[in-house]
């Protein structure tokens, strides 16, 4: 398998805090990882550090062969190759659910207004939104607001796709549709980075699951065996309490 994405002694300070200490990951072409642990344990700041919204204070980031953190690396361009789904939506309040998918492309990624169009209704249609293009964020309930956030992110043809939690600010019954949509893109092949408190999906659709706790990756595996098996105390006290 081809790895995407390896990350090799990742460190974040904020201040005297580490949060994240001596990180070493890596993510395989096609696959889904489902990252979990408890609240404050760095799995944001992992995301963060990955995607460059923050600064990492150490350690290596290496993405299709690239060092990224080396000076002189085309950072802009290595972040329009990562796509990002927030737990709160972050779409463009005053814009229309179309141009929320067009405008990343046409400013970032210089397609002309007519393709960028085109994409944007693929994906729109994807996701089974094609019927708002016209709606403002505000017209639209949370799991649709998602769903749009879902296919912009799509629209920029992203190599990897992270998620922070995509559905915990979701209404319960908004939720499945998001995921399914999601298990939908893990099927079709996308690689995905994915937080989440959703233990069922992760279970049903991660290819890996990987446990962080206080800063550090504690242990990574199938799903099987971490769910089933696993093997340090802190991880089956965590299940014990989110399952
Ligand atoms: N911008 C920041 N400045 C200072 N400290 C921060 C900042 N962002 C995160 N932290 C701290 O880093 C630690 C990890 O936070 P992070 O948000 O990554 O955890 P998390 O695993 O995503 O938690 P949650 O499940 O609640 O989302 C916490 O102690 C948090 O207070
Ligand atoms: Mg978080």
């Known amino acids: 398998m081809k790895k995407v994405l390896e990350i090799n002694h990742l460190n974040k300070k904020f201040g005297q805090n580490t949060v994240l200490k001596d990180i070493d990951f890596s993510v395989e072409a096609g696959e889904v990882v489902c990252i ?17 919204l923050e600064e990492p204070t150490g350690g290596e980031i290496i993405f299709q062969g690239g060092k990224i953190l080396d000076k002189g690396h ?19 309040e005053n814009h229309s659910v179309l141009d929320n998918c067009i405008l990343g492309q046409v400013t970032v990624l210089k397609r002309n207004k007519e393709e960028a169009k085109a994409i944007a209704l693929q994906y729109l249609k994807k996701v ?3 019927a708002y293009i016209h709606a403002r964020p505000r017209q639209i309930s949370g799991g649709q607001k998602q769903r749009v956030a879902i296919a912009r992110a799509l ?5 990897v796709l992270l998620f922070d939690e995509p559905t915990s600010a979701l209404d319960p ?4 549709d ?22 069922e999906f992760a279970r049903d659709v ?9 800063g550090v990756i504690l242990e990574e595996g ?19 309490r989110v399952l």
């Open 128 to 130: 089974g939104m094609d």
């Open 173 to 176: 019954e908004m939720v499945g």
């Open 206 to 214: 991660a290819d890996r699951v990987v446990f962080m706790d206080g």
């Open 178 to 199: 998001v995921l399914s949509i999601m298990k939908e893109l893990a099927k079709d092949g996308m690689t995905m980075l994915i937080v989440t408190h959703e233990m």
């Open 36 to 52: 979990i642990g408890p609240s404050g344990s760095g799995k944001s700041t992992l995301l963060r550090c990955i995607n460059l």
């Open 74 to 92: 085309n950072k802009k361009k290595y972040c329009t190759k990562l796509g990002m789904v927030f737990q709160q939506f972050n779409l463009f």
């Open 222 to 240: 199938t799903p099987e065996e971490i769910f089933n098996v696993p093997k340090e105390e802190r991880t089956k006290d965590f299940l014990k």
């Open 155 to 159: 629209s920029m043809e992203p190599e």
